[in-house]
């Protein structure tokens, strides 16, 4: 999986090494390229180096019925391991669905004594989660990178696809603020190519120290 960051890498370089070699004015857009390699380089060690993070992220699950919007704080690591509560809209705040990589529980905070055990994983609720973009990124056989110049600067976008054939949940796509290397937007689309979920995110903190109580009941 590694051997696909290096080419991807090569391809680029290639392409600004005869890039710079039409003229003045095409050496003037290879020195464009050449930063937006650099930023590309660097968010893929990004990727690569993550173990763990804390997010606070707005997630729209999209159907043909509507939208359903939570804000929620998540907490997860490449491991498998993962904590996400939703602190709004008010009816469900305080739900909390964790897992330490063994089982799955949920409880609300708010509820005393309520607590779900042996709860089903879901690919809805697994695919919200940086860590899982990442896997599913590092094991596509097919990929796309691309760069887009957005209103609040560049952002490096990078897509893979989703295992499973699910028809909802068909490929991933991630946008990456080149500046900051900080994740922006996580979208997951259907087989026609509509959103299905929508990751909008906040507050990232990027490898941080997650207490394993965090993931445990």
Same mark, same amino acid.
């Given at each position: 999986?590694?051997?696909?960051?290096?080419?991807?890498?090569?391809?680029?370089?290639?392409?600004?090494?005869?890039?710079?070699?039409?003229?003045?004015?095409?050496?003037?857009?290879?020195?464009?390229?050449?930063?937006?390699?650099?930023?590309?380089?660097?968010?893929?060690?990004?990727?690569?180096?993550?173990?763990?993070?804390?997010?606070?992220?707005?997630?729209?699950?999209?159907?043909?019925?509507?939208?359903?919007?939570?804000?929620?704080?998540?907490?997860?690591?490449?491991?498998?391991?993962?904590?996400?509560?939703?602190?709004?809209?008010?009816? &469900? !705040?305080? +739900? $909390?669905?964790?897992?330490?990589?063994?089982?799955?529980?949920?409880?609300?905070?708010? *509820?005393? %004594?309520?607590?779900?055990?042996?709860?089903?994983?879901?690919?809805?609720?697994?695919?919200?989660?940086?860590?899982?973009?990442?896997?599913?990124?590092?094991?596509?056989?097919? &990929? !796309?990178? +691309? $760069?887009?110049?957005?209103?609040?600067?560049?952002?490096?976008?990078?897509?893979?696809? *989703?295992? %499973?054939?699910?028809?909802?949940?068909?490929?991933?796509?991630?946008?990456?603020?080149?500046?900051?290397?900080?994740?922006?937007?996580?979208?997951?689309?259907?087989?026609?190519?509509?959103?299905?979920? $929508?990751?909008?995110?906040?507050?990232?903190?990027?490898?941080?120290?997650?207490?394993?109580?965090?993931?445990?009941?």
């Amino acid at each position: 999986m590694y051997k696909k960051l290096l080419v991807l890498i090569t391809v680029v370089m290639v392409a600004l090494i005869v890039g710079t070699s039409c003229g003045q004015s095409d050496g003037l857009r290879g020195m464009a390229d050449a930063e937006e390699v650099s930023a590309f380089e660097q968010v893929q060690r990004m990727l690569m180096e993550l173990q763990s993070y804390r997010a606070i992220a707005t997630v729209e699950f999209r159907s043909n019925k509507g939208t359903n919007t939570y804000e929620t704080i998540q907490h997860a690591r490449i491991s498998g391991e993962y904590r996400i509560e939703v602190t709004a809209p008010t009816h &469900v !705040s305080g +739900s $909390v669905t964790a897992s330490d990589n063994s089982q799955i529980f949920q409880f609300n905070s708010r *509820v005393n %004594g309520r607590v779900s055990l042996m709860v089903q994983e879901t690919p809805e609720r697994n695919e919200i989660f940086l860590t899982s973009f990442i896997r599913n990124y590092l094991q596509s056989e097919e &990929v !796309s990178v +691309s $760069v887009a110049d957005m209103e609040e600067g560049l952002r490096t976008v990078l897509e893979a696809t *989703v295992p %499973g054939n699910h028809p909802y949940l068909s490929n991933s796509r991630l946008w990456v603020d080149n500046t900051t290397l900080l994740p922006v937007k996580l979208i997951i689309f259907d087989e026609d190519g509509a959103e299905r979920i $929508v990751v909008t995110y906040h507050v990232f903190e990027y490898n941080i120290e997650l207490d394993d109580a965090l993931f445990t009941l």
